[in-house]
């Protein structure tokens, strides 16, 4: 048993999907088909009724009504035949005789011959009597004749009609029966066939919902995988059935054949940007480090033009190096070596360092810009201050400026966050939200779910600007503090970035001397690790290299950022 067990799901698994499909279909439609059997099979049974009751009891009862009728006319033919003997009555006499005998021939082909048996006797006898009436009456002896037929033939009469009565009674009995059975099979029915309807139903549903699981499951899981890749995780998960014989194996197996080669051009991709990103650093540097020798007479003097060009050279050089340095990061991302460092940070700080780098160019442009601290927010918050401060606030405050026009109005808020907790993240209270706001073009609804995304920029020709990847920095950069960033924005009347981290870190609250608590150092892990990139071990710091210094990130980023916006 356990072998054909064994053989038959085997038999199963090797099945091609349109073969699964075709016999589910099959057993659906044989499941279907039997209620309709059933019930032809009694709806013929009420038909052979119903010609029962058409046929042999209604030629029964029509027999019956003829017999007691040509009895009654033998009666009144031999009363008229004592009285006048003459051919004609004595002619009437015996053709409804004669029909008697045909009833009962036809009461006996209905299937009443049993019943009737004792009123052929009687109708025999009659007959006997009858020609012993024809004798005395043709001889001439009406009146021995006529007490003949009293004392005679009445009583033959008599015993012929209480014969009759039974046969009746059996032919009704009969019908009652036939009534009584075809009422039992269509009550049955009426009850047996929606009972046998809902059964079948059921079981095609359970059929149905087997192979519907079977098929949905599988696809549910494929789409899942599918938008894990949409997200930049080119990993197929493990429980895609790539060793199924059917048209779902092939569609995995060449779902992973597809997610192995986008995570090799990934890759290869991640590298590509690295080496071209190292490749630029060095001639930016050097282009850089010779026009300040330039600005600095190391090479002559040089009259004003010339500085007013050298100096928008310097302004360009550092725009690209702001550029190749934002590739830089990306590349670091997406292998897996992109670290923050968390230490206690003053908000006060945090936005006297935003105010003074982009007061002058809020000046400049026409721009009313605000700064509001809640009293209620933590007056110190866990983070990288420099990749908080330079790559996302910075960044945000530059993207404001950007699309904001003359007598506009930016603002950035600090609040305590008093959203509903959400499961994984610190509870309440222990949350600061940072809320960079702005009256400038705004963003359209259709691209809100995409600005976050590498390599996105808007299709309205207003804010298709830039590389398109410093807010997917900035996203990943804040979800490495363990917080969140949303956007909200209708076309036309400005956006508001929202970013929520915690106060605290890992839980733990700053000292009551503001003295930092702890430091703390993360690696923010990107896509590229998951999708087999491996991360690049971090350097241990040394002394500082001379040829490139240049490279590492200024400290008066925003004011250089705020400098390339005004540009």
């Known amino acids: ?15 091609t999907l349109r073969r699964r499909l075709v016999i589910t279909l099959g057993c659906m439609a044989l499941i279907l088909v039997l209620p309709s059997l059933y019930a032809i099979e009694r709806i013929d049974e009420i038909r052979d009724i119903a010609f029962e009751l058409k046929g042999r009891h209604s030629v029964a009862d029509v027999a019956l009504s003829r017999l007691q009728t040509n009895l009654a006319e033998v009666d009144a033919a031999l009363r008229s035949y004592i009285a006048d003997p003459d051919p004609e009555s004595r002619a ?5 005789l004669g029909k008697s005998h045909t009833e009962l021939a036809e009461l006996a082909d209905a299937g009443y011959a049993e019943e009737a048996a004792e009123t052929a006797a009687t109708l025999e006898r009659l007959e006997d009597v009858t020609l012993q009436l024809e004798r005395l009456v043709y001889d001439g002896r009406v009146a021995e004749a006529t007490d003949f037929f009293f004392e005679e033939i009445q009583p033959v009469f008599a015993e012929a009609e209480a014969a009759v009565l039974p046969v009746v009674e059996a032919v009704g009995r009969s019908s009652e029966a036939a009534t009584e059975r075809a009422a039992d099979l269509s009550s049955s029915t009426a009850t047996t066939i929606p009972l046998a309807v809902l059964f079948s139903l059921g079981f095609a549903m359970v059929i149905g919902m087997l192979i519907i699981g079977q098929l949905v499951t ?12 949409a997200q930049g995780d080119f990993e197929a998960p493990p429980e895609l059935a790539t060793d199924r014989p059917d048209e779902l194996g092939d569609l995995n197996r060449s779902f992973v054949s597809m997610t192995e080669q986008l995570a090799e051009l990934n890759r290869l991709r991640a590298e590509f940007v690295s080496i071209v990103t190292h490749d630029l650093k060095t001639p930016i540097n050097v282009l850089g480090g010779y026009a300040e020798m330039l600005q600095e007479g190391t090479y002559g003097g040089l009259s004003e033009e010339q500085r007013g060009v050298l100096g928008a050279m310097e302004e360009q050089v550092g725009v690209l190096l702001e550029q190749v340095n934002q590739l830089v990061d990306l590349s670091r991302y997406e292998a897996g070596a992109y670290r923050i460092q968390l230490e206690e940070l003053h908000v006060v700080d945090l936005c006297t360092s935003l105010k003074r780098a982009f007061e002058a160019l809020a000046r400049q442009k026409g721009i009313r810009l605000s700064f509001e601290l809640d009293p209620k927010a933590p007056r ?3 983070a990288d201050i420099d990749r908080l401060r330079n790559e996302v606030l910075s ?16 603002s950035v808020r600090i609040r305590p966050d008093h959203a509903v907790e959400r499961p ?12 960079v706001s702005d009256s400038g073009v705004g963003i359209p609804a259709d691209e809100l779910p995409h600005v976050f995304d590498m390599y996105y920029q808007g299709e309205n020709g207003v804010r298709a600007k830039g590389s ?5 920095i900035a996203k990943e950069i804040v979800e490495a503090h363990s917080g969140e960033i949303t956007v909200e924005s209708e076309g036309g009347r400005g956006a508001t970035f929202r970013i929520r981290l915690p106060a605290t870190a890992h839980g733990r609250t700053a000292h009551p001397d503001g003295r930092a608590a702890h430091r703390d150092e993360r690696t923010l892990v990107g896509s590229a690790e998951r999708n087999g990139v491996a991360a690049e071990p971090a350097e241990p710091p040394g002394p500082p290299d001379p040829v490139h210094a240049a490279e590492k990130p200024p400290t008066d980023a925003p004011e250089k950022l705020a400098a390339a916006v005004s540009e």
């Open 1 to 15: 048993m356990k072998l054909i067990k064994r053989l038959e799901l085997r038999v199963v698994r090797e099945m």
């Open 92 to 96: 009437t006499l015996f053709e409804s």
């Open 218 to 229: 599988p696809l549910q899981q494929l789409r899942a995988a599918m938008s894990r890749v």
């Open 380 to 382: 110190t918050i866990y």
């Open 395 to 410: 960044n945000l405050l530059a993207n404001s400026f950007k699309f904001t026009e003359a007598g506009g109005r930016i």
């Open 424 to 435: 994984g993240q610190p509870v309440r209270g222990e949350r600061v939200v940072i809320e």
């Open 468 to 472: 398109g990847i410093g807010l997917a």
